[in-house]
């Protein structure tokens, strides 16, 4: 009997502890500025000396412009993230901006280290998310202005303009440095390349 309800403790105790490893996480200092040339790494970057911090290590001018779409692809990321933003550091946090042409595609990718939520600035946005195997489930939708949409944690995805006209969004990730892993193009463009054979047959599946 008492084994039980120390297991019941332990259990309860455990779930307690679980809970708090998935709280949000604290940080233990007002900022932690990047500092690119720095050794000691917090969050693989250094902190820049707190009395040689300025406003500008805060500071992003340019997210009203469109990104230029004029590639094979007929879209355009530009990121808001800690390389651009160097009080980004430590905070998981970043934002992109995302332009597309008519037809425009952000091809399939993943990020590596964020969830996406996806907001409709401007234009008609096909987007879609497929779950891992076995399942390999494709939820899509049609967004239009103002519409937000959320990609989850790591999952495979992509946006299409299906509209008329130019389509843009403004995207937020909960990472300073989300990554960024394009499906075909690891295996197409990997420096240094992958065997023929291999190339060749992934792009044949
Ligand atoms: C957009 O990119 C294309 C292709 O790289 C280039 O030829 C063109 O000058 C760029 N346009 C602007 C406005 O920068
Ligand atoms: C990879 O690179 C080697 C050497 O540069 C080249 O001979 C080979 O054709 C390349 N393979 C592919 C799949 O591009």
């Known amino acids: 009997m008492a084994t039980n309800k120390m ?3 332990a259990g309860i105790l455990a779930l307690s502890f ?7 996480i604290v940080p233990v200092l007002d900022f932690c500025v990047a500092d690119p040339n720095g050794q000691a790494l917090v969050h693989g970057m ?7 911090v300025t406003p500008e290590d805060f500071f992003f001018s340019g997210a009203h412009k469109p990104g230029n779409t004029s590639n094979p692809m007929g879209s355009k990321v ?3 993230n800690v390389a651009q933003i160097p009080g980004l550091n430590t905070f998981g946090l970043s934002m992109a901006r995302v332009d ?4 425009g595609l952000n091809a399939p990718h993943t990020h590596p280290r964020a969830s ?12 879609g998310f497929i779950t891992p195997n076995p399942e390999l489930r494709h939820f899509k939708k049609v967004l239009k202005k103002g519409d937000v949409f959320v990609f989850p944690f790591g999952l495979v995805h992509y946006q299409k303009n299906v509209g008329n006209g130019k389509a843009a969004a403004l995207v937020a ?6 990554g960024m892993i394009p499906l075909g193009g690891s295996v197409l463009h990997a420096q240094p390349n ?12």
């Open 116 to 127: 996406e939520m996806f907001t409709v600035l401007e234009g008609t946005i096909e987007v």
């Open 46 to 52: 250094a902190c820049k000396d707190p009395k040689l």
């Open 78 to 80: 530009t990121t808001f």
């Open 18 to 24: 679980s809970s708090v490893a998935l709280a949000t």
């Open 194 to 205: 992958m065997s023929e054979d291999i190339v060749a047959r992934v792009l044949k599946i």
């Open 173 to 178: 990730f909960n990472s300073e440095n989300a």
């Open 7 to 9: 297991l019941f403790l």
């Open 100 to 103: 597309y042409c008519p037809g």
